[in-house]
């Protein structure tokens, strides 16, 4: 299962790594990709996680999440 994120905030690799560490430290994340240029962050999961799991572990980080498909 897959799930993307659309992330603003992001400027720079560390930025991308902040965000891809933040949610794979989500119970039930396998592994996740950030993009700055695409403004997205893609997750995948080993088994159904709440979407507001994966938003609250972005927005810690001080990025906003502004959808999830």
């Given at each position: ?40 962050a893609v997750v995948e999961l080993s088994?159904?996680?709440?979407n507001a799991a994966l938003k609250k ?13």
């Amino acid at each position: 299962m897959e799930k993307v994120l659309h992330v603003d905030g992001m400027m720079c690799e560390h930025c991308e790594a902040r965000v891809k560490k933040a949610l794979e430290s989500v119970d039930g994340v396998v592994s996740a990709k950030a993009d700055r240029n695409a403004k997205t962050a893609v997750v995948e999961l080993s088994k159904d996680v709440d979407n507001a799991a994966l938003k609250k572990a972005v927005e810690d980080q001080d990025y906003q999440v502004t959808g999830i498909e």
